[in-house]
């Protein structure tokens, strides 16, 4: 008698089950991750949007931007920090953006809220710090409000030109202020010697986080202008349908 692979009936079906559950444990992941971006871009739009209400709401009543950061670092720390995720999403696939791009934007944001404002007081009242906080309040909420607009296939024109023309302003704005902010930090770094760790000392190792700072800010010379021709190139594909590589002609 011939059994059921010899024959390939019931292989064949075997294949064909195998296939469809493949599809279905497909299919229901991409459910899941659908859900869970929406979820995630619905809440992150959400707390631009409060850090948002509060600068503007801080700023009425006081009429000055002292104090401003320390009113809502909180939200800020959280929310910054809750865009590690972004690079999780890159690194499991569920978004399709570099994982080296969405690492240098998002590792740059989280050394300035936590390595340099949150740990360097004396800086937190800096024009330069209300100048980057601005300019990535806006640029996230338009962002992310983008991507959830985006996820329900009902995006409005308008928040899709906002996303790919903001940057052209806000990016060097928000740069600007991230390296005026570093560069405030410097005489007060050099002063304590924070974050250093000193010769001789048993694993006879040393780090100089002054030298570091300047550092940082040079690699700013090549790594902003590979970002913003990045997003140049984004807003010619997404705005005026430019094909970049794959055209025919
Ligand atoms: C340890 C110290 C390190 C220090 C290092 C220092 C050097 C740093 C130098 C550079 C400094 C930069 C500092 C940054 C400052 C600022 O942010 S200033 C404020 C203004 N900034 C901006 O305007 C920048 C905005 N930046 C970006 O948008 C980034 O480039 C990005 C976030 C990485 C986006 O990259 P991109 O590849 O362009 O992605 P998209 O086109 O948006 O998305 C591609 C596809 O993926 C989908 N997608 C992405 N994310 C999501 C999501 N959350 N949810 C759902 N979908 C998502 C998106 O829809 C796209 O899909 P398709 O449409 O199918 O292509």
């Known amino acids: 008698m011939a059994s059921s692979e010899e024959d390939g009936t ?6 064909a089950g195998e296939e469809k559950e493949t599809t279905g444990r497909r ?13 995630y871009n619905i809440a ?4 631009w949007l409060v850090l948002a209400i509060a600068m503007v709401r801080f700023y009425m009543e006081k009429g000055t931007h002292r104090g401003l950061y320390k009113s809502i670092q909180k939200t800020l720390k959280f929310f910054q920090t809750f865009a590690l995720l972004e690079i999780v999403h890159c690194l499991i696939g569920i978004v399709p953006t570099s994982v080296l791009v969405t690492g240098v934007q998002v590792s740059s944001r989280i050394f300035m809220v936590w390595l340099i404002t949150h740990s360097i007081k004396p800086i937190q009242n800096e024009e330069s710090v209300v100048l980057f906080l601005v300019s990535w309040t806006v640029t996230e909420i338009t962002r992310y409000s983008f991507y959830t607009f985006s996820l329900l296939d009902h995006l409005p024109y308008f928040i899709k030109w906002a996303r790919y023309n903001f940057f052209i302003i806000l990016y060097p704005v ?51 202008p590979q970002l913003y021709f990045h997003m140049l190139r984004q807003r010619r594909k997404v705005l005026h349908g430019e094909v970049i590589v794959e055209k025919d002609d």
């Not at 019931?10 to 294949?15: F, K, P, W, Y």
């Not at 992150?44 to 707390?47: R, V």
């Open 10 to 15: 019931n292989g064949g079906a075997s294949e």
């Open 27 to 39: 299919r229901r992941l991409s459910f899941l991750a659908t859900a869970w971006l929406t979820f």
């Open 44 to 47: 992150m739009t959400a707390g």
């Open 174 to 224: 928000g740069v600007a202020g991230e390296l005026l902010t570093i560069y405030a930090a410097l005489p007060y770094v050099k002063k304590t010697g924070m974050f250093s760790i000193r010769l001789p000392n048993k694993y006879n190792v040393s780090f100089d986080y002054y030298y570091f700072l300047l550092i940082t800010m040079a690699s700013y010379i090549p790594l902003f």
